[in-house]
Nanobody, 117 residues
Framework: QVQLVESGGGLVQPGGSLRLSCAVS????????LLWYRQAPGMQREFVAE???????TYADSVKGRFTISRDNAKNTVYLQMNSLIPEDTAVYYC???????????WGQGTQVTVSS
């Protein structure tokens, strides 16, 4: 089973930037589509962005034009570059991996992002 470890969260002022990383281990990295989700207090977990095995990207409307998802197959890592952050981006961000054949899903433990002045 694949293991996911997120990092890079923290406190940032509105308008600032952060880059989240998710290190993937335990299985063949390029067998997985990779996604980022987030969950704000009292809210349901919501989709943020996806990058497929082939590199196709999809974004939630709320982050389109501000966030960029990418993957480095040599480093077994997926990234989420977050620019022009707003307080509404405050949440725990989770990395998700979906196996391209079995559809099995794995989650990381999450990393906190807080946007506040």
């Amino acid at each position: 089973q694949v293991q996911l470890v997120e990092s890079g969260g923290g406190l940032v002022q509105p308008g600032g930037s952060l880059r989240l990383s998710c290190a993937v281990s335990g299985s063949t990295f390029d067998f997985y589509h990779l996604l980022w989700y987030r969950q704000a207090p009292g809210m349901q977990r919501e989709f943020v962005a996806e990058i497929t095995r082939g590199g196709t990207t999809t974004y939630a409307d709320s982050v389109k034009g501000r966030f960029t998802i990418s993957r480095d197959n040599a480093k077994n890592t997926v990234y989420l570059q977050m620019n022009s952050l707003i307080p509404e981006d405050t949440a725990v961000y989770y990395c998700n991996a979906i196996h391209f054949i079995s559809d099995s899903k794995s989650w990381g433990q999450g990393t906190q992002v807080t946007v506040s002045s």
